[in-house]
């Protein structure tokens, strides 16, 4: 059974680059899709994008500005980069592997039936 | 943006007792498949996210069967048979049709 591990600063500054790794272990990571989901503390989920073991990219409307995924294969990685962070960006952000649960129609459809167990990310000069 | 809505937003039950968790899309999610685009997550306290129920209606991996999903068009239903003490926590509906947006959450607590 897959495990995922997010890693990364758990401080970072105004302004600053958010970055955040999550790490694929017992299973491998190609041949699916991988997400990022954040929780704000006292909201909801929120969901941040998703990125194929190939590299397309699906990113929320709302942080596409800011927001760049990436993969690593070699190392059973992908990554979460985001700019010009703000208080608005404090969260419990999670990674995720979306799998391909069904076909519906001529689709697969894919949902996060993996997750890892969160890393604490404070924005705070 | 397709905007989730869920109701109520908290929600006490008594075990034993069914439940039922709403949830509103601003347009429809039938896809041109023919099927609905929408899942349901649970975060447990103290826990990471789990997904529940997928593309509206089927159970994932280990959800026990008092756990239905259902709905069409618009207006979405998870249901709970019988509630146990195990299932507190925050219930969330998501899109996936248009990129994915998830409902703000339905606090079940005993």
């Known amino acids: 059974q897959a495990q995922l591990q997010e890693s990364g600063p758990g401080l970072v500054k105004p302004s600053e680059t958010l970055s955040l790794t999550c790490t694929v272990s017992?299973?491998?990571?190609?041949?699916?899709?991988w997400s990022w989901v954040r929780r704000p503390p006292g909201k909801g989920l929120e969901w941040v994008g998703y990125i194929h073991y190939t590299g397309a990219t699906n990113y929320s409307p709302s942080l596409m500005s800011r927001l760049t995924l990436s993969v690593d294969t070699s190392k059973s990685q992908f990554s979460l980069k985001l700019t010009s962070v703000t208080a608005a960006d404090t969260a419990v952000y999670y990674c995720a592997r979306l799998n391909a649960l069904a076909i519906a129609g001529m689709n697969y459809y894919h949902s996060m039936d993996v997750w890892g167990q969160g890393t604490t990310v404070t924005i705070s000069s | 943006d397709v905007v989730m809505t869920q109701s109520p937003l908290s929600l006490p039950v008594t075990p034993g007792e069914p439940a039922s968790i709403s949830c509103r899309s601003s347009q429809s999610l039938l896809h041109s498949s023919g099927y609905y685009y929408l899942d349901w997550y649970v975060q447990k306290p103290g826990q990471s996210p789990q997904l529940l129920i997928y593309?509206?209606?089927n159970r994932a991996s280990g959800v026990p069967d008092r756990f239905s999903g259902s709905g069409s068009g618009t207006d979405f239903t998870l249901k709970i048979s019988r509630v146990e003490a195990e299932d507190v926590g925050v219930y969330y509906c998501?899109?996936?049709?248009?990129?994915?947006?998830f409902g703000q959450g339905t606090k079940l607590e005993i």
């Open positions: 017992g299973g491998s990571i190609s041949g699916y899709y």
């Open positions: 998501m899109q996936t049709l248009k990129t994915r947006t």
């Open positions: 593309l509206h209606s």
